[in-house]
C-alpha cells in the first residue's frame, strides 16, 4: 500500500519562496509519476506539476514560478515555488499513479498574504 506524505507548505507573502516536499513509502518499486495538485476552496483540484521521469510539466499558471524536482531519497519530489501570488492560495496534494489507482497524500496548507 503506497502512502504519500506532504510536508513544508505554510504562510508566505506575494512575492516570496515556500518549499512543499513529498515522501512515498510502503513499495519498493521506483515511481516513475509523481505530480502535484492543489484545490483552493470552492474550486476544483487541478495539477499544478508533473514529473514522468526525468521529464516535467507545469500548468500555464505556474510555470517558471514553480519547480518540481525528485528529492535525494527514493520515491521523493519536492515542489519549490517562487514568485508566490495569493492565488496560489490552496491546499497542495501529492499525488503518484500506483497499482491501476492515484494514491494521494493528505495535503499540506499554502497560504499567501498580499
Known amino acids: 500500500q503506497l502512502k504519500l506524505v506532504e510536508s513544508g507548505g505554510g504562510l508566505a507573502q506575494a512575492g516570496g519562496s515556500l518549499r512543499v516536499s513529498c515522501a512515498g513509502s510502503g513499495t519498493e518499486l521506483n515511481l516513475t509519476t509523481m505530480a502535484w495538485y492543489r484545490q483552493a476552496p470552492g474550486n476544483e483540484r487541478e495539477r499544478v506539476a508533473i514529473i514522468v521521469g526525468d521529464t516535467t510539466n507545469y500548468a500555464d499558471s505556474v510555470k517558471d514560478r514553480f519547480t518540481i524536482s525528485r528529492g535525494y531519497a527514493k520515491n521523493t519530489v519536492n515542489l519549490q515555488m517562487d514568485n508566490l501570488k495569493p492565488e496560489d492560495t490552496a491546499v497542495y496534494y501529492c499525488?503518484?499513479?500506483?497499482?491501476?489507482?492515484?494514491?494521494w497524500g493528505q495535503g499540506t496548507q499554502v497560504t499567501v498574504s498580499s
Open positions: 499525488a503518484a499513479p500506483f497499482n491501476r489507482r492515484v494514491a
